[in-house]
């Protein structure tokens, strides 16, 4: 079965200072996107479908679009602020996007089976999309939904620069995940991991905890899931100009209702992202090392 890849890149860049997804990191000027579609590419993936801003799509069309359609069928869809249920309204002040759940939901229509979904902005590594990948093929059309999670390590996610949010995995002894709470405010300190939970309340990790770094796969039932839970979102925290939907969040009610069953595929990957701009040097160290291995080619979207 064909897979889709389903890119989240209508973020706004709020706390690096700019569109991440357009900024270079490797030697050739290759963005973290580049590399996300080429590896997911490499595991047999041949149509990709981008969520981005309406105003930007032109702009990211130019810069990265129109190198993969020798390779890959691209599509767009919009995230766009007003896009809510009926009944629904903007409240003032709100102008970044609705998040992570509402840019997939934003894909609907767009998708055609199963599909992977990530970050426009994450390094995710071959390795967790050849695993992936091969998984989605032998997803069962109909009944209860199987989906998979790659699960990194949490320590292996964050940033030295400031704190980052992370959806933190409790996972059967079997491997099925159990559910995602997420947590803000990640930081080291103290040779441990602190962390902002539910409520407010305070939390110490010791670092090995598997965390969801949005690197899913999906059945197109998660779209039921996506438009309830959205418009629960709405009339809970519709209000709060910041809150944002998210993807776990809808993940998370589909397992407790039984509605979806969840493979965690672990990985020993490491991440690169750049939450902060001063992550940049370090990840531009990091993929030049990759390249000087041999583990990609060069130039890395070479047309043909």
């Known amino acids: 079965m064909a897979v889709d890849l389903v890119v989240m890149a209508a973020g706004a860049g709020s706390r690096f200072g700019g569109l991440k997804q357009l900024v270079p990191v490797g030697p050739g000027g290759e963005t973290l996107t580049d590399f996300a579609v080429y590896d997911a590419w490499r595991a047999g993936i041949r149509r990709a479908v981008f969520v981005v801003r309406r105003e930007k799509e032109r702009e990211f069309h130019k810069v990265l679009g129109r190198k993969y359609e020798s390779r890959l069928e691209v599509v767009y869809a919009h995230q766009e602020l007003d896009e809510v249920p009926r009944g629904f309204a903007v409240p003032p002040g ?51 939904a199987d989906w998979a999670l790659v699960a990194f390590r949490l320590r292996n996610t964050l940033s030295s620069h400031g ?12 491997g099925r995940l159990l559910g995602v709470t997420e947590h803000t405010d990640l930081r080291a300190e103290g040779g441990g991991i602190l962390g902002t939970g539910p409520g407010g309340a305070g939390r110490r990790f010791r670092g090995d ?96």
């Not at 980052?164 to 995995?169: N, S, Y």
């Open 94 to 144: 709100r102008e970044k996007p609705w998040g992570t759940g509402h840019a997939v939901l934003s894909a609907k229509g767009r998708v055609t089976g199963p599909f992977v979904a990530i970050n426009a902005d994450d390094w995710y590594g071959a390795e967790s999309f050849r695993a992936l990948v091969p998984f989605l093929s032998m997803a069962a059309p109909a009944g209860r």
């Open 163 to 174: 704190s980052v949010a992370r959806g933190i995995c409790t996972v059967s002894p079997d």
């Open 209 to 304: 905890e598997p965390v969801s770094l949005n690197l899913w796969g999906f059945t197109p039932a998660l779209f039921d899931d996506l438009e309830s839970g959205f418009a629960r979102f709405l009339a809970e925290r519709g209000s709060d100009p910041k809150a944002e939907f998210y993807l776990p969040a809808a993940v998370d009610a589909a397992l407790k209702a039984e509605r979806a069953g969840v493979s965690v595929l672990p990985t020993e990957e490491e991440w690169f992202g750049v939450t902060y701009r001063e992550d940049l040097p370090r990840v531009r160290a990091a993929v030049t090392a990759r390249f000087e291995a041999g583990l990609y080619p060069s130039p890395l979207w070479n047309p043909g």
